[in-house]
């Protein structure tokens, strides 16, 4: 089970990356629609904030979900990969909205985070 787990998060990184690649091309073409530093400051927050409050919650989800022989294998995994990606959407619409990469950067760091904490915990 860890090694298809370790699979799907590989791939959601993968996805991940693109996404957050495909934004930071978007984000060349958008105006920027937030500007002040203090704008800045508070979006990167609360998308910081929102990415770290639904890390415990889905862990809980997914270990539960682990632990149950009810719960479809392929479900598991998908569930986990989307887990992973998930990071590089806030971390993409922080760059659309404010086109800060080196701080979107961090937001997407997140699946890096998620990819372990979701195959580390068992």
Do not use: D, H
């Not at 957050?20 to 073409?29: K, M, N, P, V």
């Not at 919650?57 to 995994?77: C, E, N, Y």
């Not at 998908?78 to 937001?107: D, H, K, P, R």
């Amino acid at each position: 089970m860890r090694t298809s787990l370790v699979v799907a998060g590989l791939f959601g990184l993968l996805i991940a990356a693109g996404i957050y690649w495909g934004a930071g091309a978007a984000a060349a073409r958008v105006p920027i629609l937030i500007q002040s530093s203090i704008g800045v400051a508070v979006a990167f927050a609360i998308l910081l904030l929102i990415s770290l409050a639904e890390l415990p919650v889905m862990l809980f989800g997914l270990r539960q979900m682990a632990r149950s022989q009810a719960t479809p294998r392929a479900l598991l995994i998908g569930t986990f990969a989307v887990f992973v990606i998930f990071a590089s959407v806030y971390a993409s619409i922080f760059v659309v909205l404010t086109n800060e990469f080196a701080w979107g950067l961090v937001l997407a760091a997140l699946c890096v985070a998620r990819f372990a904490s979701g195959v580390l915990v068992k």
